[in-house]
């Protein structure tokens, strides 16, 4: 396959990021009601998926139990078939938020049954209609505009992390929180257009050979999700970590050759920046995705990205994608590979028998 060839689907995929996100809001305020019934009566909400599903549910339980006060955790969609005990409280009713982009993943389509079987309701958040989830789930978000052609997701990520912080906002009633969240496809437009070249040049540096994502609370979870983007599309060595783990054993691998991305917050931003100062220590380079910088943070970092857009950790994360997508989709191609269809990935994962 021809480099012209390869990537097509892609790169549209993630420059289109805003729109899905548009239509994304209007799905959940189109069912608004119904989200505000199914979390009537609930004691606590499990968010499960797989792969990227999973890091949905890592990034938005966080959220979900920030806004709504409910307990909140993210857990494995097996872990939930086979060790249910781990999973569901003895009393309360549980809220099961499934996530699949395909809605046909099987650890999901059985974490989903098992729901049912334990007594407890069930939320889909997917992108398609006919799907095995959307059909079995007591309510199902269903993100048409956000699906992709390509294996790898992009839209589809950022759109499913994006329902889920609406669905906390509504539920929660919090109109500020809901507010800023709608500023959020104008804003992407604004951040595609900023980050594009950044992440280019990051791609294509070919003195970098190793990636390690970190992040606190609700950046966590789109840390797990860029390196996952970095492992599938480039094939290259790629962690994520809580930001202080990393100090316990990975920054042993630090070095010239490792990019560490710290996507910054707000509440740990002093501890963060001595991370920084750490990893410039080892030699690491460093990328900053923040919303406001600073001179310090520029003195410490090879590369800073800042957003400024005012908005707070629970609401801006998503904007820190973009950047990563490109990043990612740049070096597959510098790697030979196709960002369309990384090797031995399959759109959706089923499981036979």
């Known amino acids: 396959m021809s480099e012209s060839e390869r990537g097509r689907q892609a790169l549209p995929e993630i420059l289109n990021q805003p729109a ?5 809001l209007q799905v959940v ?14 004691q606590n909400v499990v968010f499960t998926g797989c792969g990227s599903g999973l890091n949905v549910a890592w990034a938005v339980a966080p959220v979900f139990q ?49 729901a049912r079987k334990h007594g407890a309701k069930t939320l889909a958040i997917t992108c398609y209609p006919e799907s095995k ?39 929660s009633g919090r109109d500020d929180y809901r507010k800023q969240l709608k500023k959020l496809p104008m804003l992407g437009q604004e951040v595609i257009a900023k980050t594009h070249q950044v992440g280019q040049e990051l791609g294509q540096n070919p003195g970098i050979s190793r990636f390690a994502f970190v992040g606190n609370g609700p950046y966590y979870g789109l840390a797990r999700e860029c390196q996952l983007k970095i492992k599938e599309m480039t094939l290259l060595p790629s962690d994520s970590y809580p930001v202080l783990e990393y100090r316990h054993g990975p920054k042993s691998n630090v070095n010239g050759k490792m990019l560490v991305t710290l996507l910054m917050s707000d509440e740990a931003r002093e501890v963060e920046v001595a991370f920084l100062e750490e990893m ?11 919303d406001q910088g600073s001179a310090q943070i520029s003195g410490l970092a090879d590369t800073v990205v800042e957003l400024s857009t005012g908005l707070g950790d629970f609401a801006r994360d998503i904007l820190y994608m973009p950047v990563v997508h490109f990043l990612a989709y740049y070096r597959s191609l510098l790697e030979d590979q196709d960002p369309d269809y990384p090797a031995n990935l399959d759109y959706a994962v089923i499981l036979e028998g």
């Open 280 to 290: 410039k220590g080892l030699g690491g380079l460093t990328l900053v995705l923040c």
């Open 20 to 24: 899905a996100w548009e239509a994304t």
């Open 29 to 42: 305020e189109a069912n608004a009601d119904r989200l505000r019934a199914i979390c009537e009566d609930v």
């Open 133 to 171: 989830l959307a059909k079995m789930a007591d309510v199902a978000l269903i993100l048409e505009a956000a699906n992709e052609v390509a294996v790898v997701t992009t839209q589809s990520l950022t759109s499913m992390v994006l329902s889920g912080q609406m669905v906390a906002a509504l539920v």
């Open 66 to 114: 920030q806004f709504t006060g409910l307990p909140a955790r993210a857990v494995p969609a097996a872990d939930s078939v086979f060790y249910p005990g781990t999973v569901y409280p003895k009393h309360g009713r549980s809220l099961v938020i499934t996530i699949s982009r395909s809605g046909e993943t099987t650890e999901t389509v059985l974490a989903c049954e098992a």
